[in-house]
């Protein structure tokens, strides 16, 4: 991945979250994603996210 591939990536996701946009969001995730939130609950695996 180029740096501008990855920056494109941080920003379609930043911008997903914002717009409350979840499909978007999904949609540059990984199936096998980690995500931290900043009170440090932790959601495993794509499922989880959606949820």
């Known amino acids: 991945m180029t740096r501008d ?10 911008t997903a ?14 199936t096998d994603v980690t995500v931290i939130e900043c009170d440090g609950t932790t959601y495993t695996g794509i499922d989880q996210v959606r949820l």
């Open 17 to 30: 979250w914002i717009q409350h946009d979840r499909e978007r969001l999904l949609s540059v995730l990984c």
């Open 5 to 14: 591939q990855a920056v494109d990536l941080i920003r379609s996701y930043m």
